[in-house]
């Protein structure tokens, strides 16, 4: 029995000696700045007594010494109290700040953040349709900081994205993606990677190219940036509350026109999506079976081949932005379309410039540079209305070589457009005079062929 207890009374010691250390450990933070004033008081009192016996005839010792023995032991006690609370503030106070301050801008350091915290995204997810005219160039700044720009807009707007990404301090680009070889897309992005660090460069692998896209590709291969196909189910970035998703192109799929390879974008953030869909076409769109989000980029500027009622009844986007230019030669925007977007609110850079979005997770919010309501052009004064700018200024080999095997097939033009159509194409529903002619003399008079009938 008195061996148990013995025991018992061990076990209890040992605890009370782990509680023991574990208060000590807490407490070192105030108990060392004590000690050290201690051991200053002890010094100074050192000092003194060497003071009194080596130097006895000192004004301060002969005051010191007029002093009652109990004042000055007080007097040297106060500059080591002092010394002592200085001390425990400080070290408390630095403690706090490091508990306080947000972590450095990395990314494992942002998620872990993310992580413990409730709030519903770390910041704001920021969109910025960038006016580049006829053409495409969209910014996004992720919530976790990293930026992403999609398409840089024709060549002649380079200093349009270059001046949007310098007035939001972007320097480094994280993603950089070319929807489709398209030039109204991409060729002002050979500027933009000469000019910025680029993180990773992602583009279809498209079986359409054009001369501006090669350049592009030599660009970033010469800079030896990271380039990736891009295929629908890639996800490009992604954080605790959003992420950035590849719908299309699908992998093994075969496209006929460059349009159809465009990178399908649906960006989430928190409860909110977003869809950017380059110049995809509708019969895509609908496959991808998206369901309903926020915010629609309205494909290929608002023409009929990326935009009916039957897909943006499927989307109900609550805001629909269009990039084109006032007076494009393509009748962007469609009036059709606009009707389909009818239940959304509209903008577009030709209206609006620079179309800002943020979201904060539970819902957008828009700021265009200014008002301005979207219209159709006047369907009289541009009667042509080309679906395509795919060959607008870099025509497709495959296209030339078709032509020349077809030169006396017969074509029709309008007094306005750049392309030769066959009598009947959907896209001249519009066009009121119509001019006929052999495919190979409009080819010499630098027509080039429609790519929705494919003379
Ligand atoms: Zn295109
Ligand atoms: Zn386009």
Known sequence: MAKGEKKKLGCWGGLCLFFGVCVLISLAAVLIPVAIGVGAWFLIRFIWRRAVIEDPDNPLVVKGLSLAPIWR???????????SCCMITSMTSQSQSTEQEPAPVTDAAQTAVAATTD?????????????????DAT??????????????????????????????????????????????????????????????????????????????????QNKGIVASAAWAGDVIAYGPDFSVKILSPAEGQMYTESNDWSVVLLITCGNTKMLLTGDAPKEV?????????????????????????????????????????????????????????????VYGTGANGTIRLTSDGSAFTVAPEKSGAVAAPDADTTDSAPAEEAVQQDST?????????????????TPSGSKYHRPGCRTLSRSHSLTEMTEDQAIASGYQPCHVCNP
Do not use: W
Request: with cysteine; glycine share 8%; proline share 4%.
């Open 285 to 345: 769109l609908k496959g991808l079976n998206v369901g309903k989000i926020d915010v629609l980029k309205v494909s290929h500027h608002g023409s009929d081949t990326g935009t009916d009622s039957e897909l943006i009844s499927a989307l109900s986007p609550k805001y629909a932005l269009i990039s084109y230019g006032i007076g494009n030669e393509y009748s962007h925007p469609y009036q059709s379309v606009l009707n389909a977007l009818s239940s959304a609110t």
């Open 119 to 135: 709030s519903p995204v770390e910041t704001d997810l920021e969109v910025s349709i960038i006016d580049v005219g006829q053409g």
């Open 139 to 220: 910014l996004v700044r992720l919530p976790n900081g990293k930026t992403m720009l999609v398409d840089a807009g024709p060549d002649a707007q380079a200093g349009a994205v270059e001046n949007e990404l310098s007035k939001q301090g972007v320097d480094k680009i994280d993603y950089l993606i070319a929807t489709h070889a398209d030039s109204d897309h991409i060729a002002g992005m050979n500027a933009i990677v000469s000019g910025h660090e680029i993180g990773e460069f992602l583009a279809p692998q498209s079986t359409h190219t054009t001369d501006s896209y090669l350049d592009l590709l030599q660009t970033v």
């Open 397 to 413: 080999p495959a296209a030339g070589s078709v032509a020349a095997s077809q030169a006396e097939q017969t074509v029709v033009v």
């Open 73 to 83: 032991k007080v007097l040297a006690a106060i500059p080591c109290f002092l010394f």
